[in-house]
């Protein structure tokens, strides 16, 4: 028994299947519009609007007056202050990690 070809089969089966629902549907239609969005290949594609040679160049002198301008320009954040942490505070911190887990130890043991 070849999968294969039973998965053919089937697929062969449903096309004809919806074939025939389509054509039921159409014989069956009221003219009214689907609601909803459109099917995808019925979709209009839209135009793009082309912009002539000349009005590139007036908006590429424009845009380029204006960054020399600075108007365009990115403002400049400043940057984030690093807290750093004092070796004697570190050294605090350890100590106390330390402990806690001595006592969690001697809990263990008990």
């Given amino acids: 028994m070849n999968i294969n070809s039973?998965?053919?089969?089937?697929?062969?089966?449903?096309?004809?299947?919806?074939?025939?629902?389509?054509?039921?549907?159409?014989?069956?239609?009221?003219g009214r519009r689907r609601a909803g969005r459109p099917p995808r290949k019925a979709a209009s594609r839209?135009?793009?609007?082309?912009?002539?040679?000349?009005?590139?160049r007036k908006m590429s002198q424009l845009m380029k007056q204006r960054w020399a301008q600075g108007k365009m320009k990115?403002?400049?954040?400043?940057?984030?202050?690093?807290h750093r942490m004092s070796r004697a505070a570190r050294n605090k911190i350890a100590a106390a990690q330390r402990a806690r887990w001595a006592k969690v130890r001697a809990q263990q043991k008990a």
């Avoid at 039973?6 to 039921?24: C, G, N, P, S, V």
């Avoid at 839209?46 to 590139?56: D, E, F, G």
């Fill in 6 to 30: 039973i998965l053919a089969e089937l697929h062969a089966e449903r096309d004809r299947i919806d074939r025939a629902i389509a054509a039921i549907e159409g014989l069956n239609s009221t």
């Fill in 46 to 56: 839209r135009r793009r609007s082309r912009m002539s040679a000349a009005a590139r």
């Fill in 74 to 82: 990115r403002s400049k954040a400043p940057k984030p202050v690093r």
